[in-house]
């Protein structure tokens, strides 16, 4: 049932259980601190955020809070229906704020900063469609504010007092005029919260009539009638509109609960998803009954879009879906046309059918029949609008790994769509990149045209053999041939972030380099200039010097891996000799070997380490390995994960070997870690292998018993492959995993699939059969870790744990086991 934590729900401020050499013990010490100089990198201030305006004329500065205390975690909470609320905010849980803002013109100059009051908490920050104002949210104790600033003067003042609405995401949008906001208010009167029932008024009954409905694990979930009170009291709210001059909120409509609220680019109209009952303790409120109205700006309907009167799950398989409308958005450049997406094959994917999706659009006033825009042979993908005559459609198919792009004439919607890609989704070398955006009148983002509306501009992360080199393109329309207007070359790494001008001549960068904090450039192509707009500091110059490579190498079966080495600094290999290495990873899926093997990073990019990070390991004399790959291929016909095992261990042979090779590494001193996934990985190579002195799994799911309907791209339940479950579950190789390992989880981990209980019942496991393992519960702690107190323990303990057993581990005694035995 929903839980409402007003203090530690645990005396203990941390939870440490140990077993080590036959011996059980627990202890019970408060919050670590980790050795130098990684409590002072973490108190360093973080870089701000920068956006830009939709005019293209002015840069906002968002100043960004640092890591928060472990009080604001313990906060009041509410789990329900799949989201965490505060109570007393009416808004989400363990948000993190922005704490400044500031303007300046995007050619260069002085900064304008904005006088806030004292202690403001701000987020969603959103331009108005004109640019010359920008809305946000400011968190008090009392409740939710809209605030507004003017982005010319820099003068700010409150719109709405603490009466917002956040339960489900931005209690705001702007109107497409940009004259008034459409909020989400509590809803007047509402009164106090229901109580807690003292007395059970009975049993709590689920009941199936035998209709499958599998379904994904999830939690926060709602458990009983009182959770059901509780969800409607927080998130029924009322729509109101809000001028932007000042004055009363205007009411629109009934309250509900609005999990979408979106006006139509011409603002007459308003499409408002809301949630009814029936509700399921099985799912999350996106699988409730529900029903998408458009309503006029006094609240009446004028037209369902879809009603779904019962609770549906979201199928299990790759490219299933539901059947119905889904997907349900307004054209971006007409005045109110809705768009949408229909299975033309029920949304079964087994079904053997030449077409898949079909894309529908309704012009306002809605009374007439909608009109088919495109049918696809696989899934829908998402759409570009540009104008009446061009947009891009994008369908993909998942079980092949492939993707089209098609440009369609939205205004003869009867007009054969011509392909302008069909590719491999795998295939980053082949990327042609994203079409640039801009936002359009009424603050709705359409593409870019060139002057002479004859092309777009593309832009991408370039992957190459060499690493990723970001590009600018120009592509004509009609014949989609591009031209390249800039590259990124050595010794940089830069991103395009936003055209300023229509010929693509000018524009915004974001540029590091080995040695270079990022920071946002205005690249003149005309004149060749490059001219700085910030000049943010090195966060921790405590690493400056690190080395960083990208390497190359192969497995067994002829795959190309690569990974990132990073190396302390001042290291110098043959001066030095081998040092101590912690590999950190995450595992991926594929279908193409080849795509498997491509380098998907930079070598020149800026490394400082934040939060958890394992990169914190280099200040104290380890060599990283990051994200070495791991690719689990599936050729046709066959599922990757049926030759997990083998292909997991291969891999990382594979970077071991190179390492040892380069001499870098020192095979007797290898560690290995990884968080969720890659901590499922770890556990399976130390019950698998002996490649690894010790390892570090964080919030990690360990029995695929407990996640019986799929998890991560496995399209298989539990009963359609039990022997894959079986084998690929750690937790059943307890009694294999015969080096250390550290398993880290946080109270409160509300990620599909990782419950705690996964590391709880590993630890007992592994106790039982005598292995060494230690324990760590952090308090308030979600999949991932945020609260200052619990980043740094979180580092003391990772420090401490490959110290102990990897960089001061004795040599090997006795014959190690083979690498693949089972």
């Not at 709210?237 to 932007?244: H, I, N, S």
């Not at 000799?577 to 193409?592: I, K, T």
């Not at 380069?662 to 556990?683: C, E, I, L, P, Q």
Request: aromatic share 8%; no cysteine; hydrophobic share 35%.
């Amino acid at each position: 049932m929903a839980r409402t934590l007003f203090a530690p729900s645990r005396a203990l401020v941390g939870i440490a259980l140990l077993f080590a050499s036959g011996a059980t013990a627990q202890t019970t010490s408060g919050y670590r601190t980790p050795p130098a100089p990684i409590p002072q990198i973490l108190s360093a201030a973080p870089a701000p955020l920068v956006s830009i305006s939709p005019d293209r004329s002015t840069l906002a500065y968002l100043a960004r809070e640092g890591l928060p205390s472990i009080a604001h975690l313990a906060e009041p909470e509410l789990r329900l229906a799949g989201v965490r609320i505060n109570p007393q905010t009416n808004g989400q849980s363990r948000s993190s704020f922005l704490n400044g803002i500031a303007f300046a013109p995007v050619t260069g100059g002085a900064q304008r900063a904005v006088r806030l009051p004292q202690g403001t908490q701000i987020s969603f920050p959103q331009w108005s469609p004109s640019g010359s104002h920008l809305a946000f949210v400011n968190t008090t104790v009392q409740g939710l504010e809209l605030w507004v600033v003017d982005a010319r003067t820099a003068e700010v003042r409150r719109l709405v007092g603490p009466e917002l609405n956040g339960t489900l995401g931005s209690p705001f949008d702007w109107m497409p005029d940009g004259a008034s906001l459409l909020v989400r208010r509590i809803v007047p009167g509402r009164g106090a919260a229901p109580a807690v029932p003292r007395v059970p008024s009975g049993p709590v009954i689920q009941e199936s009539t035998g209709r499958a409905a599998p379904v994904r694990t999830y939690q926060d979930l709602l458990t009983n009638p009182h959770d059901e009170q509780l969800f409607e009291h927080y998130f029924t709210a009322q729509m109101a509109r809000v001028p932007l001059a000042g004055g009363a909120p205007t009411p629109i409509g009934e309250p509900g609960i609005f999990s979408n609220v979106s006006a139509a680019p011409n603002g007459q109209y308003i499409r408002v998803d809301r949630i009814k009952r029936p509700y399921s303790y099985l799912a999350p409120l996106s699988s409730f009954a529900s029903e998408i109205n458009v309503l006029d700006l006094r609240g009446r309907r004028v037209h369902q879009v879809a009603n779904r009167t019962d609770v549906v799950m979201f199928p299990i398989g790759r490219d299933m879906t539901n059947p119905g409308p889904r997907g349900i958005s307004w054209r971006a450049d007409a005045p109110a046309t809705l768009v949408w997406v229909e299975a033309l094959d029920s949304g079964n994917a087994q079904r053997q059918t030449a077409q898949r999706d079909r894309v529908l659009m309704l012009d306002a006033p809605f009374t007439g029949r909608p009109r088919t825009l495109i049918n696809l042979d696989q899934r829908f993908g998402g759409i570009t609008w540009g104008r009446n005559d061009v947009a891009l459609v994008n369908s993909q198919w998942s079980t092949t790994s492939r993707t089209r792009t098609y440009v369609v004439n939205p205004g003869q919607p009867g007009a054969q769509p011509r392909v302008l890609w069909d590719r491999s989704s795998e295939d980053q070398y082949g990327n042609p990149g994203f079409p640039i955006t801009t936002s359009n009148a009424a603050g709705f983002r359409v593409l870019q045209f060139t002057a002479d509306g004859q092309g777009i501009f593309l832009s991408g992360e370039g992957a190459s053999q060499r690493g990723n080199y970001p590009f600018l393109d120009r592509m004509e329309l009609r014949t989609g041939k591009t031209e390249r207007l800039w590259r990124n070359e050595n010794p940089h790494y830069e991103t395009f972030v936003a055209l300023v001008d229509t010929d693509g001549r000018r524009f915004l960068t974001r540029r590091e380099s080995l040695t270079e904090a990022p920071n946002y450039y205005l690249r003149d192509l005309n004149r060749g200039t490059a001219n700085a707009l910030t000049n943010f500091p090195d966060p921790a110059p405590q690493l400056a010097g690190i080395q960083r490579q990208i390497i190359t190498y192969s497995r067994a079966d002829g795959t190309r891996l690569s990974a990132t080495l990073f190396t302390p600094p001042g290291y110098d290999t043959k001066r030095d000799g081998p040092l101590p290495v912690v590999m950190w990873a995450y595992p991926q899926e594929f279908r193409d070997a080849d795509a498997a093997g491509q380098i998907s990073d930079s070598p020149n990019r800026f490394s400082r380490p934040g939060g958890t990070s394992h990169l914190f390991l280099l200040t104290q004399g380890y060599a990283i390995l990051d994200n070495p790959a791991v690719p689990i291929i599936g050729p046709a016909g066959k599922e990757p994960n049926d030759t997990y095992i083998e292909q997991l261990v291969s891999s990382m042979q594979a970077a071991v070997d190179k390492l040892v090779e380069m001499g870098v590494g020192d095979r007797d001193r290898m560690g290995v870690g990884g968080h969720s996934y890659g901590a499922f990985m770890t556990a399976n190579l130390l019950a698998h292998s002996d490649l690894f002195r010790a390892g570090i799994a964080r919030s990690g799911a360990y029995n695929r018993t407990l996640t019986p309907f799929g998890f991560q791209a496995e399209p298989r339940t539990y009963w359609q492959a039990m022997e894959v479950y079986n084998r690929m579950s750690p937790f059943n190789y307890a009694n294999r995993i015969n080096e250390p390992i550290l398993l880290i989880h946080g109270e409160a981990d509300n990620n599909s699939g990782t419950f705690p209980i996964q590391s709880e019942r590993l630890y007992a496991a592994l106790k039982g059969h005598g292995a060494t393992v230690r324990y760590v519960v952090l308090p308030h702690e979600s999949h991932g870790y945020a609260a200052r107190e619990s980043v740094m323990h979180t580092l003391a303990e990772m420090v401490e744990w490959m110290d102990r057993y990897v960089k001061n581990a004795p040599p090997r005694s006795g014959t190690r086991r083979a690498a693949t035995q089972e």
